[in-house]
């Protein structure tokens, strides 16, 4: 049986082809919906801090690898974001899954603006567009939206083989 | 988490220094991301498709009225343009100054946008294979569109004007003040009116007692305003003949989504005075520009002053739309920067 990382690439590649042709045409309110981010912030909520900073740094490479930034910048944010929504358990004492919708839109939203912030670290511009605002509440709502989707597929991706 | 940005710098480091690994983890990756992306354009196409027959049907359906009105307004005038253009080409090149006609391209269809929403970028399908190298300017139909950022074996990212990273040389053309010069038509013996004449023409001109018009179809010199009495007189645009068209060299820069490329002046004081909304922008070229000179960039569209001696910036509107990018033209130019010794 496959690893839970192989399957988590497996998963990232199917969503990363989602990400550059429907979800990059499909634009409400003309802005894109990082459903990498959101899904490597799921893995956060999903399993804790260490496994979503790992995975968040896995999606983030392969994100990386079709944008023409520099190779490291969305792995270091997906990586710090799913790292920041692991730590909800700390918050929540038995997170639910609508606290982890909520999370997972919050903290998808904050990650997509740490993008700008990560730009002008490296020296990339990074401003932030005019209709941030927008953007902002967007991936809130969407983030929530599409979280009881996502959460299965993530659970399953991650979850731990057994062994022999 | 300290082993994670560790790791994320590291990369970063290494792609910015160019690193050989990156270029080929990136290769790799497209390589074996392709087929799966192709797989799910085509599945996904129905849904996309739905989408734009939803949200932009209006639009294209007034876009395209509008549009048929354009092109029969316009017709005429390319005919014209066409002839300008070779003219202007067969006199360049008698005086063995380069043209944009000398040099090669490449054609080449947009295969997607970039997945981001701060970034300004397309693929294409054309790559080294072709001749692409990083560099190269990208135009359509209309005019320039951006540059290759990034080129492989069968495609290419093209950075767009408006990315905040791009920036360019460009000129801007202030167009020559004009004079209307009114003339009767059916009596030649009756005085001239001269409505407005600069101080260096001498006011004994001559004006044509008949129209002026040209051979070409749809094309006259200048323009003429049709008057609004019957065949009582007619008014010519004559540019004055000491004063052509004056050009200023500044720095265009995109703004990123939604916002419309600037330009600020090299020199704060202009040669050519207040600039015009509506003046054509065209790169400037040179040794060390990334496009040679003469492509059609867009118009100014707004004039902002600014306080001191810092100059005005331009607003310019862009002639090539760059949201419905389909086919492109690489330049197989490549700036004296950008060229990497063998």
């Given at each position: 049986?496959?690893?839970r990382?192989?399957?988590?690439?497996?998963v990232?590649?199917?969503?990363l082809?989602?990400?550059?042709?429907?979800l990059?045409d499909?634009?409400?309110?003309?802005?894109?919906?990082?459903?990498?981010?959101?899904?490597a912030?799921?893995?956060?909520?999903?399993?804790g801090?260490e496994i979503g900073?790992?995975?968040?740094?896995i999606?983030?490479v392969?994100?990386?690898?079709?944008?023409?930034?520099?190779?490291?910048?969305?792995?270091?944010?997906?990586?710090?974001a799913?790292?920041?929504?692991?730590l909800?358990?700390?918050?929540?004492?038995?997170p639910?899954?609508?606290?982890?919708?909520?999370?997972?839109?919050?903290v998808?939203?904050?990650?997509?603006?740490?993008?700008?912030?990560?730009?002008?670290?490296?020296?990339?511009?990074?401003?932030?567009?005019?209709?941030?605002v927008?953007?902002?509440?967007f991936?809130?709502?969407?983030?929530?939206?599409?979280?009881?989707?996502?959460?299965p597929?993530?659970?399953?991706?991650?979850?731990?083989?057994?062994?022999? | 988490?300290?082993?994670?940005?560790?790791?994320s710098?590291?990369?970063v480091?290494?792609?910015?220094?160019?690193?050989?690994?990156?270029?080929s983890?990136?290769?790799?990756?497209?390589?074996?991301?392709?087929?799966?992306?192709?797989v799910?354009r085509?599945?996904t196409?129905?849904?996309?498709?739905?989408?734009?027959?939803?949200?932009h049907?209006?639009?294209v359906?007034?876009?395209n009225?509008?549009?048929?009105?354009?092109i029969?307004?316009?017709?005429?005038?390319?005919?014209?343009?066409?002839?300008?253009?070779?003219?202007?080409q067969?006199?360049?090149?008698?005086?063995?100054?380069?043209?944009?006609?000398?040099?090669?391209?490449?054609?080449?269809?947009?295969?997607?946008?970039?997945p981001?929403?701060?970034?300004?970028?397309?693929?294409?399908?054309?790559?080294?294979?072709?001749?692409?190298?990083?560099?190269?300017?990208?135009?359509?139909?209309?005019?320039?569109?951006?540059?290759?950022?990034?080129?492989?074996?069968?495609?290419?990212?093209?950075?767009?004007?408006?990315?905040?990273?791009?920036?360019?040389?460009?000129?801007i053309?202030?167009?020559?003040k004009?004079?209307?010069?009114?003339?009767?038509n059916?009596?030649?013996?009756?005085?001239?009116t001269?409505?407005?004449v600069?101080?260096?023409i001498?006011?004994q001109?001559?004006?044509?007692?008949?129209p002026?018009?040209s051979?070409?179809?749809?094309?006259?010199?200048g323009?003429?305003?049709?008057?609004?009495?019957?065949?009582?007189?007619s008014?010519?645009?004559?540019?004055?003949g000491?004063?052509?068209?004056v050009?200023?060299?500044?720095?265009?820069?995109?703004?990123?989504?939604?916002?419309?490329?600037?330009?600020?002046?090299?020199?704060?004081?202009?040669?050519?005075?207040?600039?015009q909304?509506?003046?054509p922008?065209?790169?400037?070229?040179?040794?060390?520009?990334?496009?040679?000179?003469?492509?059609?960039?867009g118009?100014?569209?707004?004039?902002?002053?600014?306080?001191?001696?810092?100059?005005?910036i331009?607003?310019?509107?862009?002639v090539?739309?760059?949201?419905?990018?389909s086919?492109?033209?690489i330049?197989?130019?490549?700036?004296?920067?950008?060229?990497?010794?063998?």
């Amino acid at each position: 049986m496959a690893s839970r990382w192989t399957r988590l690439v497996l998963v990232s590649l199917i969503l990363l082809g989602l990400q550059t042709t429907l979800l990059n045409d499909v634009r409400p309110f003309d802005v894109m919906l990082p459903v990498m981010l959101l899904f490597a912030v799921t893995a956060g909520t999903l399993y804790g801090s260490e496994i979503g900073a790992t995975a968040g740094l896995i999606i983030g490479v392969m994100y990386d690898c079709v944008l023409s930034m520099p190779l490291g910048l969305a792995s270091l944010v997906f990586g710090a974001a799913a790292y920041a929504a692991g730590l909800l358990p700390f918050f929540v004492r038995e997170p639910t899954w609508w606290t982890r919708a909520i999370t997972i839109g919050v903290v998808g939203a904050v990650g997509e603006l740490a993008f700008p912030v990560a730009q002008s670290m490296v020296g990339f511009g990074g401003h932030f567009p005019p209709h941030v605002v927008v953007v902002v509440v967007f991936l809130v709502v969407s983030g929530m939206s599409i979280a009881p989707l996502l959460l299965p597929v993530c659970r399953w991706a991650l979850k731990e083989s057994p062994v022999g | 988490m300290a082993l994670l940005v560790l790791t994320s710098i590291i990369l970063v480091t290494l792609d910015l220094q160019g690193s050989a690994a990156t270029k080929s983890m990136r290769s790799i990756f497209g390589a074996v991301f392709r087929p799966v992306e192709s797989v799910a354009r085509v599945v996904t196409r129905p849904a996309t498709n739905a989408w734009y027959g939803i949200t932009h049907y209006n639009d294209v359906t007034v876009e395209n009225e509008l549009l048929r009105e354009k092109i029969a307004q316009q017709e005429g005038a390319a005919v014209a343009a066409a002839a300008s253009v070779r003219l202007s080409q067969e006199l360049l090149a008698l005086n063995g100054l380069p043209t944009l006609a000398g040099i090669n391209s490449v054609s080449a269809q947009v295969i997607g946008d970039s997945p981001s929403n701060f970034s300004q970028s397309v693929e294409i399908d054309q790559g080294t294979e072709s001749g692409i190298k990083v560099g190269m300017p990208v135009l359509n139909a209309a005019g320039l569109v951006g540059r290759i950022t990034q080129v492989f074996a069968n495609r290419a990212v093209v950075m767009l004007i408006t990315d905040p990273q791009y920036a360019l040389s460009v000129k801007i053309i202030n167009a020559p003040k004009t004079t209307v010069t009114t003339a009767p038509n059916e009596d030649p013996a009756s005085a001239v009116t001269i409505v407005s004449v600069p101080d260096s023409i001498d006011p004994q001109i001559t004006v044509p007692t008949v129209p002026a018009t040209s051979n070409i179809a749809g094309f006259t010199p200048g323009s003429i305003v049709a008057p609004r009495t019957p065949i009582i007189s007619s008014s010519l645009t004559i540019p004055p003949g000491s004063n052509v068209s004056v050009r200023e060299t500044g720095i265009l820069e995109g703004r990123g989504v939604g916002r419309v490329p600037t330009v600020r002046f090299i020199d704060a004081t202009q040669r050519f005075g207040v600039v015009q909304p509506g003046s054509p922008i065209v790169t400037a070229g040179g040794s060390l520009s990334l496009a040679p000179p003469d492509i059609v960039v867009g118009t100014v569209s707004r004039v902002k002053e600014r306080l001191g001696t810092a100059g005005p910036i331009l607003e310019i509107d862009i002639v090539a739309d760059l949201s419905n990018l389909s086919f492109v033209r690489i330049l197989l130019y490549q700036p004296i920067t950008e060229r990497t010794a063998p």
